[in-house]
């Protein structure tokens, strides 16, 4: 249903002989945003803001086809390479709520970004707190907060609710003001539009993602 090139598309789906189901999706060269966080820190403001608006493209649509998608973080935004050679983003994991394991790792944010069914819905660093609340009872405001999450993450390199432990982050998201970017002069107003999708109650961020971009275009 999404057509966006800003989505990884599913080709087919079917079932081995056996009855496993599988997925034949597009291949995707390149590495997700979740590495190149890790690997180089915060981006630059022309960067960050590239790859948020190409993730916007994407959710913009999807939210118009009554899709929420609920787990927008870095590791679901996928740099890959168009055909002319310049990269693009691809929103992964529409509609799904992967099980992983977590495996040992010194990297604590690494651990609490990946999404347990078993816990809760959606991944504890980029969750609203009415998804916190209640995973099944909200709207396309839960994908406004996490793209705000993650612009913050890309400015700063760092989270804006992270904590040593899982119930830390989460009253971090109920209770706390993300910590200061310290943006200065003309860039304070790029501050002021990521607290606005940081708002604890969704009818004080911005109604829909077109209301979102167009208060990023004087930065973009």
């Known amino acids: ?10 080709l ?18 390149g590495h997700d945003l979740a ?10 403001q022309e960067r960050a803001l590239t790859i948020l608006l190409e993730a916007c493209e994407a959710v913009a649509e999807a939210h118009a086809a009554g899709i929420v998608h609920r787990d927008l973080k870095p590791a679901n935004l996928f740099l890959s390479r168009a055909l002319d050679g310049r990269e693009i983003v691809k929103v992964l994991d529409f509609g799904i709520s992967k099980i992983t394991s977590q495996e040992p790792s010194k990297d604590i944010s690494q651990e609490k970004a ?20 209640a995973s099944g009872d909200v709207d396309l405001r839960t994908d406004i907060w996490s793209l705000g999450v993650i612009l913050y ?8 609710f992270d904590a040593a432990t899982i119930p830390m982050i989460c009253a971090n998201v109920l209770s706390m ?15 002021r539009v990521i607290k606005r999708c940081l708002e604890k109650e969704p009818d004080r961020r911005y109604r829909d993602v077109a ?4 208060s990023l275009q004087p930065f973009a």
């Open 12 to 29: 087919d789906v079917d079932a081995l002989p056996s009855g496993a189901p599988f997925i034949v999706m597009e291949f995707l060269d």
């Open 35 to 44: 590495t190149e966080l890790k690997q180089k820190g915060a981006l630059p």
């Open 177 to 191: 003001p993300p910590p200061a970017l310290g943006l200065a002069g003309q860039e304070e107003g790029l501050e």
């Open 211 to 214: 209301h979102f971009v167009r």
């Open 153 to 160: 993450e890309m400015l700063s390199g760092r989270a804006p």
């Open 114 to 133: 990946l999404t347990s069914a078993n816990a809760m819905l959606g991944s504890p660093l980029y969750m609203s707190p009415e998804q916190m609340q």
């Open 1 to 10: 249903r999404i057509q966006s090139e800003h989505v990884g598309r599913v």
